[in-house]
């Protein structure tokens, strides 16, 4: 929910003249603030979590008007515009929910979590294509410390969705579906505030690149598919990572899923992609995963699928690597 992150906090741009603050606050994000508590105020019947489904579904709608007008060649978006506020908001936050997991698991150092030993051990045995829906670039931090890969590089490496890692082997392909605070607009508008009355024009053309990480600077079109999408990016209403994670998923000989649940709004699009699977299937999670979407459409598929408990089992991965491909 939006007043949810409240141990999450606003890191300032260089040049900024805001504060550290709380990243949900009226202050940062006015226009989003007042449409988000007057939708509220009218939905008072819904609980937290449905509320903000609901109000997240809304922001798509918005969205969604604005790709009927790119189908005639043009869509325009001003940075007043709740959604566009949504998505500033969603940058700034996984920004800074970003820099908290670096530096929790780098207090704790990264030999007391099982995930790196494992990636490393894959990266070792195997070619990895890494397909991510996290806005955050946690995964690519570790596979950067881990396996001896670089961060993403700076240039259009493969049309806006995709970046690659460097390493002593071949390259590590990182897909987000769903966008990342790693992708930079390239629309020729430069924005330092999103509270800045602009409008950008012809949005729907934008290319995207993957920049120096950590990002340092806003971008001016977030690339963010927003919950309660229809399925799309703003900036590219087909994006070619699509059929990318589908080609990925259609030839691996081992699939590992984790974390992923399908729930709505994303149930159609994990579904499509988990028809195009025909490897074996490790799918990593706790008890409640057993029974959730991605666990019913895996079975259903008839596949050899194999639950590992994320509290657990993760560490055996590597070897079940070896017996099941």
């Excluded at 929910?1 to 141990?7: A, C, E, G, V």
């Excluded at 998923?249 to 992923?260: E, F, N, P, Q, T």
Aim: charge should be negative.
């Amino acid at each position: 929910m939006l007043s949810m992150p409240d141990h999450i906090t606003y890191l300032p741009f260089p040049g900024d003249d805001l504060v550290p603050q709380p990243i949900w606050s009226q202050p940062l994000f006015p226009v989003l603030w007042d449409v988000y508590h007057e939708f509220r105020s009218d939905s008072c019947s819904l609980d937290e979590r449905q509320l903000f489904s609901e109000f997240c579904s809304s922001m798509a709608e918005f969205e969604r008007e604005l790709w009927k007008q790119g189908q005639i060649g043009k869509a325009d978006v001003c940075t007043q515009s709740p959604g566009y506020q949504f998505r500033a908001y969603l940058f700034c936050l996984f920004r800074g929910y970003d820099q908290l997991l670096c530096n929790t698991v780098a207090q704790k150092g990264y030999g007391s979590w099982c995930w790196p030993s494992v990636l490393k051990s894959l990266y070792e045995a195997a070619n990895i294509i890494v397909v991510s829906f996290n806005y955050e670039c946690f995964c690519e931090n570790i596979l950067g410390t881990e396996c001896r890969n670089l961060l993403p590089a700076t240039e259009n490496l493969c049309h806006h969705v995709k970046s690659t890692f460097a390493g002593t082997k071949q390259p590590i392909l990182m897909l987000k579906p769903h966008g990342s605070i790693s992708h930079c607009s390239l629309s020729g508008f430069k924005i330092q505030n999103w509270r800045a009355v602009t409008a950008i024009t012809n949005c729907m053309s934008t290319p995207f690149v993957c920049h120096k990480y950590p990002p340092t600077t806003f971008p001016a079109i977030p690339d963010l598919v927003p919950p309660g999408h229809a399925g799309s990016h703003l900036a590219n209403p087909d994006p070619e990572v699509r059929t990318s994670v589908n080609d990925a998923v259609a030839s691996c000989d081992l699939l590992i899923v984790c974390g992923l649940s399908g729930n709505e709004p994303d149930t159609a699009e994990i579904k499509d992609y988990l028809h195009y699977c025909r490897s074996p299937v490790v799918h990593v999670g706790i008890e409640a995963d057993r029974t959730s979407p991605v666990a019913r459409m895996l079975q259903n598929n008839s596949r050899e699928v194999v639950f590992c408990d994320a509290l657990s089992e993760v560490p055996f991965i590597p070897a079940w690597l070896t017996s099941m491909t």
